[in-house]
Nanobody, 123 residues
């Protein structure tokens, strides 16, 4: 069974930075694709980045491209999200997710989810 726990959320001024972590445990074969999602109040949850822990695949959606960087440390079983140039519209609950299926363009279905960490960006 896979477990995911996010950390690193908090409050920051616009233009600031935060680094989120996602600690993973459990079957590595169930974590062939990792994703970062966010859900703002009153909005649907949206994916904005994907990463494959076993190859060089990363993908960013336009909303965060150039500002956010996803990375991994397989030795620590962790995935990270460096968020720079934060904007008030980045305010949301942030979730990491894992799936046994491989990453591919357009993949939005993930089996396992963490509880989330709140990011608030003040203007």
């Amino acid at each position: 069974q896979v477990q995911l726990v996010e950390s690193g959320g908090g409050s920051v001024q616009a233009g600031g930075s935060l680094r989120l972590s996602c600690a993973a445990s459990g079957d590595k074969d169930s974590r062939r694709c990792m994703g970062w999602f966010r859900q703002a109040p009153g909005k649907e949850r949206e994916i904005f980045a994907r990463l494959s822990p076993f190859d060089q695949y990363t993908y960013y959606y336009d909303s965060v491209k150039g500002r956010f960087t996803i990375s991994r440390d397989n030795a620590k079983d962790a995935v990270y999200l460096q968020m720079n140039s934060l904007k008030p519209e980045d305010t949301a609950m942030y979730y990491c997710a894992a799936d046994p299926g491989s990453c591919y363009p357009g993949k939005t279905t993930f089996r396992t989810w963490g509880p989330g960490t709140q990011v608030t960006v003040a203007s």
